[in-house]
């Protein structure tokens, strides 16, 4: 199961680290959106690299602890997770270095990574059934 576990992580990362391209793409290409920071941006996408790691590290251990009660609610999983960081990112976008379209941005991307992730890891981490039904 840790093997599982890991890739898990490996995947979640994968998608929560990827998804915001595109998103944040399409919207400098439409509005002009720079990333937040004066610094170099190998060390911002380091940085985000690092804090991806972090929740998807959080994502799949706390799926995998409680997983008999979310592997069939996975999409509600994703919702909580979803509207965590949706405030965080109206949070952020208060304060005068982080602007409202890259709140909105990071709310698209994240409306689409939580669930598309749950999902992945539900259908990894889920229990094995016996024969008769119950879960091993």
């Known amino acids: 199961m840790i093997q599982k576990i890991v890739l898990a992580i490996g995947l979640t990362l994968v998608v929560m680290y990827v998804i915001p391209f595109p998103i944040y793409g399409i919207l400098s290409g439409l509005t002009g959106l720079q990333t937040p920071t004066e610094g170099s ?23 995998y602890c409680a997983r008999d009660a979310w592997v069939q609610r996975w999409f509600k999983y994703a919702l909580i997770w979803w509207g965590m960081f949706a405030v ?6 208060i304060t005068p270095d982080y602007s409202w379209l890259a709140a909105i941005g990071g709310i698209i991307a994240e409306a689409i990574y939580f669930p598309l992730a749950a999902l992945f890891i539900a259908r990894l981490l889920r229990p094995r059934e016996s024969l008769d039904g119950s879960t091993l």
């Open 88 to 93: 965080v990112e109206l949070g952020q976008a």
């Open 41 to 63: 941006v190998a060390l911002f996408m380091l940085s985000v690299l690092v804090i991806k790691l972090g929740v998807s590290v959080a994502f799949v251990l706390l799926f």
